[in-house]
């Protein structure tokens, strides 16, 4: 049976689909689950989907599909998970110590937006990560030959697809 919340959220979802927000965005949000609060929920879709529509927003999409694509292929072959902190003794190249100094801000920045309910502001942080990640992505190699850097620049990497995920579940999210 139904609970009265689920009942409301899916009210809210037909209400959000009949303005033509985006099924995926509304999708990403509510797959993060564990929301009560439906004007939060609310106003998270469609920072969301007004977000995405810009170009942070596709900045930020695109840096979550190049961290996490390569995350989730080497999880699958090891068949193990790069969740975890980051040993920043094992840094080696600028480019890391440039991503990992950014992420360490950015996080803290869409964190506090978060808690204050500025979803716009906290995706707009997340989204100042694209240009390390592709200096990332240019000058580090991810799958070094040895285990513990390998190791290392993938949780990394997994830890940009731990901070988004505090918005809402961007595999959720089509194109």
Do not use: Q
């Not at 879709?45 to 999409?61: C, I, K, P, Q, Y």
């Not at 309910?117 to 694209?130: I, P, Q, Y």
């Not at 990640?133 to 000058?139: I, P, Q, S």
Request: contains cysteine; negative net charge; charged residues 30%.
């Amino acid at each position: 049976a139904l609970s009265l919340l689920d009942f409301f959220a899916d009210r809210l979802k037909v209400h959000l689909r009949g303005k033509g927000v985006r099924h995926d965005s509304i999708a990403a949000v509510f797959a993060l689950g564990g929301e009560d609060d439906l004007v939060r929920l609310l106003a998270r879709v469609e920072a969301l989907s007004l977000f995405l529509a810009t170009e942070d927003g596709s900045n930020l999409l695109t840096t979550y599909r190049r961290a996490m694509n390569i995350v989730h292929i080497e999880e699958k072959n090891d068949r193990t998970s790069y969740r975890g902190s980051v040993n920043k003794g094992l840094l080696r190249e600028e480019a890391e110590h440039a991503l990992a100094a950014r992420l360490s801000s950015v996080v803290k920045d869409s964190n506090d937006a978060v808690k204050v309910e500025r979803f716009d502001d906290a995706m707009a942080a997340l989204s100042r990560l694209r240009a390390p990640v592709d200096a990332f992505f240019e000058r580090v190699t991810v799958n070094s030959e040895t285990f513990h850097l390998r190791e290392n620049r993938l949780k990394l990497l997994s830890c940009i697809g731990t901070a988004m995920e505090a918005i809402a579940d961007f595999t959720k999210i089509e194109g």
